[in-house]
């Protein structure tokens, strides 16, 4: 048994490390509520009224990934200052790794645009647009979307009660550049060898349970809804992998959790943890060789994984994590209103 000093280390330590972690978390909301701010200030009047919304309004659930007309600011329109306040919120919002990644989904456009000469839509990296619902402050809801073509970053801010990150979607097209300057380069080259990695890992029973026995998916299951529920709970078990197996599975998810900053990132894979390795299942369906069209979730209690590769002869990756309910930052605006709730329960009992 531990003695009470050895106790009151602990609880003292685990204190800390909470007391920190809010800390940090706090630091990091302040970094974005200024850095957004000063984006905001940048703007002219007619920026900012295309730019800003309401935290209430329905455009904030209004989000897609496929080329199409968008509500925001867009890079098209900025000029040198406004597009440095720009890419300094979203270095901010994104983890390094995140940032490098969006910006090389931004500029497979320019690939495209080489591609189909005279194609049906406007393949440009300039057409991504920033969105800012609510007033950015560590006192209000607010939040903030940054979102083109195969790209649609969600974060949203509830006061005291923390930052929720999804929906949260990276695309590539093409998957592998074949040809020009950018030949060879693969932006979702880790989420897709990972997956493979997993997948081939297993014996021939491992296999019978994780791939599916379908025809492989045209694109994700989830699509662009706004609200999401687990998929058919298929697919092997965490539990049943080996402790190898497991760690593969384990940086599959912390690949994508690490698009964002460390401490959202941080947070994610303790819930997750939380709420039980062992239930969280990994799928697939198609081929296991590279250039094979295929597809993969990764699913648990609280969250979904969706990849999948077939358009374009295999070589169009879409990849999104929802959070079944913190997606728009649902279960932290529920928390609120709960703990506002029973602040104040009593006296609207008088």
């Not at 940090?24 to 302040?30: A, N």
């Not at 080489?114 to 560590?138: A, C, H, K, M, Q």
């Amino acid at each position: 048994m531990l003695s009470l000093a050895r106790l009151i280390v602990l609880l003292f330590s685990i204190f800390s490390f909470t007391v920190n972690a809010q800390e940090s978390r706090i630091d990091l909301t302040q970094q974005m509520v200024d850095s957004t701010n000063v984006f905001l200030s940048s703007l002219s009047a007619q920026q900012r009224n295309n730019g800003t919304y309401t935290f209430e309004d329905e455009e904030r659930f209004n989000w897609h990934f496929i080329p199409r007309d968008r509500k925001g600011v867009p890079f098209r329109s900025m000029n040198a200052s406004q597009r440095e306040a720009a890419e300094s919120l979203l270095q901010a919002m994104f983890s390094a790794k995140g940032y490098q990644r969006s910006e090389a989904v931004r500029g497979l456009e320019s690939v495209l645009a080489e591609i189909e000469v005279n194609g049906r839509f406007d393949r440009d990296p300039e057409l991504y647009f920033i969105t800012v619902f609510g007033s950015p402050s560590l006192d209000n809801n607010w939040a903030l979307r940054y979102e083109g073509h195969h790209l649609s970053y969600h974060w949203t801010f509830i006061r005291g009660f923390g930052i929720a990150s999804s929906p949260q979607f990276f695309g590539s097209n093409p998957a592998e550049v074949k040809a020009g300057p950018k030949a060879g380069m693969r932006v979702l080259a880790s989420e897709e060898d990972i997956g493979r990695e997993l997948i081939t890992s297993l014996n021939s029973n491992q296999q019978l349970q994780a791939i599916l026995p379908i025809e492989v998916p045209r694109d994700i299951f989830t699509m662009a809804e706004v609200e999401v529920s687990s998929l058919e709970n298929s697919g092997i078990s965490y539990a049943e992998l080996t402790s190898q197996q497991k760690l593969v599975l384990m940086s599959l998810i912390e690949e994508l959790a690490s698009m964002q900053p460390e401490i959202i990132a941080q947070e994610r894979m303790n819930s997750i943890r939380s709420d039980g390795l062992d239930l969280i299942r990994f799928a697939w369906a198609g081929g296991l060789e590279r250039g094979d069209a295929h597809y993969y979730r990764v699913q648990g209690p609280s969250f979904l994984i969706e990849y999948d590769n077939t358009q374009n002869n295999a070589n169009h990756i879409h990849l999104v994590w929802r959070d079944f309910a913190g997606d728009f930052g649902r279960d932290l605006i529920r928390s609120h209103y709960q703990a506002v709730a029973a602040e104040f329960g009593s006296d609207h009992n008088h």
